[in-house]
């Protein structure tokens, strides 16, 4: 309907744009893979098209040379979201994105609460030094869940001041969306 409000966020623009490959991809797959509406998706494709970081054809969506540059830039800084099987809520489905340089940030509750207002239920911030660590309450998670931690270190290279958000939801793209919104709190992220 004409002058329906968008249904989106800005995470949902960024998961859209993370999405998207040097491979057409229709905007069928994009609905199901991002579990939005098909009005949603179009939506974003067009706004990812006038930043000229897509280009389209009778085949799909696939990035452009701008965007697959622009995709390379990101991945320097952050790897994820990525779906995880956690026993911890574990009826709740989880996922985390790993912040490549998170050396000097301040790890706190506000940017766990930054997840829960994105729509997380709740939310872990861990920091790697020596290992993974829950840095405002000094926990060693692999003491604390050690399956869990077994799960995570084969999910990702970790190396010295890496950050970890693991966000957990009912649905996966909540997870992700708010997964990214402690990002974009962190690294401002501009498409």
């Given at each position: 309907m004409?002058?329906?409000?968008?249904?989106?966020?800005?995470?949902?623009?960024?998961?859209?744009?993370?999405?998207?490959?040097?491979?057409?991809?229709?905007?069928?797959?994009?609905?199901?893979?991002?579990?939005?509406?098909?009005?949603?998706?179009r939506?974003?494709?067009?706004?990812?098209?006038?930043?000229?970081?897509?280009?389209?054809?009778?085949q799909?969506h696939?990035?452009?040379?701008?965007?697959?540059?622009?995709?390379?830039?990101?991945?320097?800084?952050?790897?994820?979201?990525?779906?995880?099987?956690?026993?911890?809520?574990?009826?709740?489905?989880?996922?985390?994105?790993?912040?490549?340089?998170?050396?000097?940030?301040?790890?706190?509750?506000?940017?766990?609460d930054?997840?829960?207002?994105?729509?997380?239920?709740?939310?872990?911030?861990?920091?790697?030094?020596?290992?993974?660590?829950?840095?405002?309450?000094?926990?060693?998670?692999?003491?604390?869940?050690?399956?869990?931690?077994?799960?995570?270190?084969k999910?990702?290279?970790?190396?010295?001041?890496?950050?970890?958000?693991?966000?957990?939801?009912?649905?996966?793209?909540?997870?992700?969306?708010?997964?990214?919104?402690?990002?974009?709190?962190?690294?401002?992220?501009?498409?």
């Amino acid at each position: 309907m004409v002058g329906n409000k968008s249904n989106y966020k800005k995470e949902d623009i960024i998961r859209t744009f993370l999405c998207m490959e040097e491979k057409p991809i229709s905007r069928v797959e994009l609905v199901k893979k991002l579990s939005l509406g098909e009005g949603t998706v179009r939506s974003i494709l067009d706004i990812l098209k006038r930043k000229k970081l897509l280009d389209s054809s009778k085949q799909g969506h696939k990035l452009s040379a701008q965007g697959s540059k622009k995709k390379k830039e990101l991945m320097r800084k952050f790897i994820g979201p990525k779906k995880l099987k956690l026993k911890e809520y574990k009826e709740l489905k989880s996922c985390a994105l790993l912040i490549k340089d998170g050396g000097n940030v301040k790890v706190n509750l506000d940017l766990r609460d930054e997840a829960i207002r994105a729509g997380a239920y709740s939310a872990i911030l861990l920091k790697f030094e020596d290992d993974l660590k829950i840095p405002f309450l000094g926990l060693d998670y692999k003491k604390e869940n050690p399956e869990d931690y077994n799960t995570i270190i084969k999910s990702f290279e970790f190396s010295t001041g890496n950050l970890l958000i693991i966000s957990f939801a009912k649905e996966s793209k909540v997870c992700e969306n708010a997964s990214l919104a402690v990002l974009e709190k962190i690294k401002r992220i501009v498409l």
